[in-house]
């Protein structure tokens, strides 16, 4: 009886929607500053990129990021991180970092959306 009381707490009249694609920043990009060194060796260089959803989702989803390609000057260590900024239905902010003499041209990842 238990186990199906909990199988009854997570079933939902709202079907699940999966939503993806792929993002691709670099150089070109409007705003991209990552690929310029500050004299401050410790400063910490971001680029926000805003993601917009085809439809959006009736709640706040669940979003993914995996890291696909970079350019990245081989002069210095390759230091990059990617993480989500505010998530809403209808979109999320993508948030690219680097820091010390590292210099990115270019970075690419995919995402996916999970949600009702």
């Given amino acids: 009886m238990l186990l199906l009381c909990a ?3 997570y ?3 709202v079907p ?5 694609s792929n993002v691709a920043l670099s150089v070109l990009t409007e705003g991209w500053c990552l690929d310029q060194i500050s004299p401050d060796e ?3 260089r971001s680029f926000t990129a805003e993601v917009f959803f085809d439809s ?8 993914q990021l995996g890291l696909t390609g970079f350019d990245i000057d081989q002069r ?3 230091r990059l991180t990617l993480k989500t900024g505010l998530i809403t ?8 970092t680097t820091w010390a003499n590292t210099r990115v041209y ?3 990842f995919n995402w996916l959306a999970v949600g009702p």
């Fill in 7 to 9: 199988a009854l707490m």
């Fill in 11 to 13: 079933s939902s009249s």
């Fill in 16 to 20: 699940w929607k999966v939503l993806s």
């Fill in 42 to 44: 410790a400063e910490i």
């Fill in 56 to 63: 959006p989702f009736f709640a706040v989803p669940v979003v």
């Fill in 76 to 78: 210095d260590s390759a």
């Fill in 89 to 96: 239905e209808s979109g999320f902010q993508a948030i690219i």
């Fill in 106 to 108: 270019a970075a690419e």
